[in-house]
């Protein structure tokens, strides 16, 4: 079975303060995709990123950084030096190499950055 | 601006009635999808369409009924027989990849906030 758990359900922070979001996953397929998705409180989900599993190499897209690990599972999302209007609700999601859009959600973390 | 629009923002029910949920796109994507989200819970699929007068139950479909006649267009009725539907429901599309399949990169409407009285 496939499942997606992001532990910390709320993350507070100060702007400029970096911040990691934590997901694990469990699959049994060798062939897979990872997302993560930033819902913001108009409450449309935004695509940031997809993962092939068999690409292990860390991303970087100005801010925000990637960082998968095949051998714990995992697939954290940092953002450096934060700001206001990251403040969203963040969803990492997998789904099976050839379903790509059937995804298996986490349950999500909300964080919110003060200014 | 291309985009999904879903419809309406929200809606309220009474027990025992049957609504139905819009959700338009004019993306040209072929895929089609809804999901159901819950407080303090990830997103759930219910129904997924990948080419015209096609679809296939997702994870959650039990209560739950759609029909795809237009490739912009992919409804979903909440029947009286969904045990517990106040949520919010969010359309979603993509485009199709490789073998028609989708990448998972999906675009996502507004979503609609359904509310059982």
């Known amino acids: 079975a496939q499942k997606v758990t992001q532990a910390q359900t709320e993350i507070s922070v100060v702007e400029k303060e970096d911040v990691t979001l934590d997901c694990v996953y469990e699959t049994r397929d060798t062939t897979y995709y990872l997302f993560w998705y930033k819902q913001p409180p108009s409450g449309e989900l935004v695509f940031l990123i997809r993962r092939n599993s068999f690409d292990e190499q860390n991303e970087i897209s100005g801010r925000y950084s990637w960082n998968f690990q095949k051998s714990t599972s995992s697939f954290n999302f940092t953002i450096t030096a934060s700001q206001v209007v990251d403040s969203a609700v963040y969803f990492c999601?997998?789904?099976?190499?050839?379903?790509?859009?059937?995804?298996?959600f986490g349950q999500g973390t909300e964080l919110s950055v003060k200014p | 601006d291309g985009g999904i629009t879903q419809s309406p923002k929200y809606l309220f029910r009474k027990e025992g009635q049957n609504v139905t949920l819009s959700c338009e796109q004019n993306l040209n994507h072929d895929a089609m999808y809804w999901y159901r989200q819950d407080p303090g819970q990830g997103l759930r699929l219910i129904y997924y369409?990948?080419?015209?007068?096609?679809?296939q139950k997702g994870d959650i479909a039990e209560g739950y009924s759609v029909s795809r006649e237009k490739k912009e267009s992919f409804p979903l009725t909440v029947t009286s027989a969904q045990k517990n539907p106040t949520a919010f429901y969010l359309c979603?599309?993509?485009?199709?990849?490789?073998?028609?399949?989708?990448?998972?990169?999906?675009?996502f409407g507004e979503g609609s906030r359904l509310t059982v009285l």
């Open positions: 999601a997998l789904s099976a190499y050839n379903q790509g859009g059937k995804l298996i």
């Open positions: 369409s990948q080419i015209v007068n096609d679809f």
């Open positions: 979603a599309s993509s485009i199709a990849g490789t073998r028609g399949r989708s990448t998972g990169e999906l675009f």
